[in-house]
């Protein structure tokens, strides 16, 4: 299978210290939860893709947006993973500073806050992935870099969807689709159901699971054509490894 923890993690045999590991571990998870969710994708629909399938994109989706959220905020990465180390890191209580879908992924911005004002604090800049400025900072350049390279390089029909992609809308439509995702996919995983008539069906879980590895490796993808992102691939090497995953999903 396609390795796609390298395309959300990067280039990570030439990082070293911390980073290193960090990326290393997150990798590996998004590969090895990727490959059961796409199998799911192509076999019967079992009792183990209704109750494990749900829970594999989950923790792609999760997985995957840390690893996007360290690759351009090291601090962040480096941070969590030291303190994990601490003896004062505790499993069974939950550290005030621990990675939130909420907070590092979804911004909690209001929606008609000015992105640019004299009167704004630093500290009250959210620097969630999906936030307004990491937006106008990173992902909009990122997607029109994206789209001129691919229209010049490779006309391979693989990349229909991402020619499609508007850079102005990018980031509003992956925002909005990841909370939508995440919730779904939520709601599998916590088994919220007090009704058989809303447990999930094969088409739920399947175009769930589908959308979710599209919507990582897009993002993946666009991640290396920002230009300060840490271990990036070079554009024909992410370009290729996106390509080896979305036939798998075809």
């Known amino acids: 299978m396609a390795a796609i923890g390298h395309l959300l993690c990067g280039k990570n045999e030439n990082c070293e210290g911390i980073a290193k590991t960090a990326l290393s571990q997150l990798s590996s998870s998004i590969d090895t939860f990727a490959e059961r969710a796409v199998s799911f994708l192509s076999g019967d629909f079992t009792h183990d893709a209704l109750t494990f399938g749900p829970f594999c994109a989950r923790v792609l989706l999760e997985n995957s ?3 996007l959220v ?5 601090f962040r990465m480096l941070y969590l993973s030291e303190f994990q180390t601490q003896p004062e890191y505790e499993h069974g209580k939950r550290a005030k500073s621990a990675f939130s879908w909420t907070g590092d992924v979804i911004p909690e911005e209001k929606q008609q806050q000015q992105l640019w004002n004299l009167d704004h604090d630093l500290s009250k800049i959210s620097r969630a992935l999906f936030s307004k400025h990491l937006d106008h900072l990173y992902w909009k350049p990122a997607v029109e870099r ?12 693989l ?3 991402i020619r499609s992609l508007d850079a102005d809308n990018f980031i509003s439509t992956v925002r909005g689709k990841s909370i939508q995702l995440y919730s779904t996919l939520s709601k599998g995983v ?5 009704t058989s008539a809303l447990v999930f069906d094969e088409t739920t879980v399947k175009s769930a699971i589908r959308d979710t590895c599209l919507l990582v490796s897009q993002l993946g993808l666009a991640s290396h054509f920002i230009p300060t992102a840490y271990a990036s691939l070079p ?4 370009l290729g490894t996106y390509k080896s995953f979305r036939e798998e999903l075809a």
């Open 65 to 67: 947006c840390a690893a």
């Open 70 to 74: 360290g690759r351009l905020d090291s």
């Open 146 to 157: 994206m789209l001129d390279y691919s229209s010049q390089h490779d006309s391979d029909p």
């Open 159 to 161: 990349l229909t969807e």
């Open 190 to 194: 916590h088994w919220e159901f007090f």
């Open 235 to 238: 554009h024909s090497d992410a």
